[in-house]
């Protein structure tokens, strides 16, 4: 199809509208089917642009581009000016956003450390150089930090012409969401194509989601994926839409008690550690912790009513802290304040508080209120299991580990727990293949007119994995 762009396709209307002299007297049927067209085409020619072009930041000032294409040539220039673009969409002008040399060998070729130096001294661009985490004194790696100097109308968007630039562009592309890459990564990525967030102030950011620069990514640890959505502050959710619906509502769709409840589901079916481990010494030692755990029958009776009745933090655990421990809620809200000072005059709930508790709990940063759970003979079989997790070393050189950063046995529990939600989330997630929306770690972002669709992909993908059924809740 020709890219008609959005002034042509309102004149394909209007010229429309006359050809059948309808006027004004045409009925509400006709011009939403005339509507519905004009933005049918206004969507397939936005969409044709987006894939087959690149466009870049140019300085508006000449100068600051004409020695690195004297020396490098046109190549460098163009795609100097995609890694500009990407930059500023990323973070604005003059914040330093952290680029692998990998990533900017194959955008700027072998001599990239010569074309960035050449760019620092025109003053395009400033440049830090960070240790890598493979860096060592027989082996120095370094990131590349990068800031473009300038601000609001001191560059020009303008596509990408050259044809070696548009080659390593759609290489970098390629090999950045690439043909191993996940159904649900590959999806978060459309998603993000179709999504604006509406404020002036993400306007460097709407640019990056339009053309692409903005690319989903995994967290090693517990292998969710991370987009410009979950570094939203929640205020800022408000204002996310797709952007050929913007005045549809939003909501997210996720597991009541998601962490509790695949606590509970791990206890009950050891098989879920697959979803978190395929190394088999990894699932052997895990395993063993698991048929060493005994849990009391009364305390698995009401801890599985909990999660039925959605009272696991407003009574099932509250009841454990408070059978335990005095003072527990002074306890976690002082270390949470210690670790979030913005905090201080913030006023908790006792659900806040017992969510807080079980999370710090799990992620072995309560020892004193865990110790004091392993006093109780009821509460036997949970303390054993977090303390024998806490206790299981995992072996660096694991696969299971690769890109995990500071590993210590104490996250055992917290990286099983999230990676099997991030399993069952993204098999949800990409079965709707249709559907637009984006993964917030434990929920599903979409539009609300979706969202009983959103929940009963949920519930399947907990069902096809012999993960029972969770309470789905909106908010």
């Known amino acids: 199809m020709k890219n008609i762009d959005i002034k042509n396709s309102l004149?394909?209307?209007?010229?429309?509208?006359?050809?059948?002299?309808?006027g004004e007297e045409?009925?509400?049927?006709?011009?939403?089917?005339?509507?519905?067209?004009?933005?049918?085409?206004?969507?397939?020619?936005?969409?044709?642009?987006?894939?087959?072009?690149h466009f870049g930041y140019f300085p508006?000032?000449?100068?600051?581009?004409?020695?690195?294409?004297s020396v490098f040539g046109t190549e460098a220039v163009e795609c100097l000016a995609y890694l500009c673009m990407g930059i500023v969409s990323s973070c604005g002008y003059n914040q330093f956003k952290k680029l692998s040399a990998k990533d900017l060998k194959r955008l700027l070729g072998n001599r990239y450390r010569d074309i960035l130096k050449i760019a620092e001294q025109n003053n395009l661009i400033k440049t830090e150089l960070t240790p890598s985490e493979y860096y060592s004194d027989k082996r120095p790696c370094f990131h590349t930090r990068i800031a473009v100097n300038g601000r609001k109308g001191s560059f020009h968007r303008k596509p990408i012409k050259n044809q070696i630039s548009r080659a390593r562009i759609e290489k970098y592309l390629i090999e950045k969401l690439d043909k191993t890459a996940s159904e649900a990564l590959k999806k978060t990525r459309r998603c993000l194509l179709d999504s604006?967030?509406?404020?002036?102030?993400?306007?460097?950011?709407?640019?990056?989601?339009?053309?692409?620069?903005?690319?989903?990514?995994?967290?090693?640890?517990?292998r969710r994926i991370h987009s410009v959505l979950t570094n939203l502050d929640r205020r800022e959710r408000a204002n996310f839409r797709n952007k050929h619906f913007l005045l549809s509502l939003l909501c997210e769709v996720?597991?009541?008690?998601?962490?509790?409840?695949?606590l509970f589901r791990l206890n009950m079916n050891p098989y879920c550690l697959t979803y978190a481990f395929k190394d088999a010494e990894v699932l052997r030692q895990m395993s063993n912790v698991l048929d060493d755990v005994y849990f009391d029958d009364e305390f698995l009776y009401?801890?599985?009513?909990?999660?039925d009745n959605g009272t696991f933090y407003s009574e099932f655990f509250y009841c454990l802290m408070e059978d335990s421990i005095a003072d527990w809620k002074?306890?976690?809200?002082?270390?949470?304040i210690k670790e979030n000072p913005q905090d201080k005059h913030k006023k908790f709930s006792d659900i806040e508080l017992s969510k807080l508790t079980f999370m710090y709990v799990v992620n072995g940063g309560a020892k004193p209120i865990l110790d004091a759970l392993s006093e109780n003979p009821s509460y036997e079989g949970f303390t054993r299991l977090i303390f024998l997790m806490q206790n299981t070393w995992i072996d660096k050189n694991s696969p299971e580990l690769k890109g995990v950063k500071d590993y210590l046995p104490h996250k055992n529990l917290p990286m099983i727990l999230q990676r099997i939600e991030s399993k069952v989330m993204q098999t949800a997630y990409a079965s709707e293949k249709v559907i637009w929306g984006l993964l917030l770690h434990d929920s599903i972002f979409c539009m609300e007119k979706d969202k009983e669709a959103v929940k009963r992909s949920i519930e399947s993908a907990y069902l096809d994995l012999d993960l029972g059924m969770p309470n789905i809740k909106f908010k």
Do not use: W
């Open 11 to 22: 004149e394909l209307l209007i010229k429309e509208m006359q050809l059948m002299d309808i």
């Open 26 to 53: 045409i009925s509400n049927k006709k011009k939403l089917i005339l509507i519905k067209k004009a933005t049918k085409i206004r969507i397939e020619s936005e969409y044709e642009r987006r894939v087959n072009k």
């Open 60 to 69: 508006n000032g000449r100068s600051k581009n004409n020695l690195v294409q």
């Open 196 to 222: 604006v967030i509406l404020s002036e102030r993400f306007e460097y950011v709407n640019e990056g989601l339009e053309y692409g620069f903005l690319i989903p990514k995994y967290d090693a640890f517990g």
């Open 254 to 262: 996720d597991a009541k008690h998601s962490h509790p409840y695949l």
């Open 302 to 307: 009401d801890y599985q009513l909990s999660l």
């Open 330 to 336: 002074g306890f976690i809200k002082a270390k949470h």
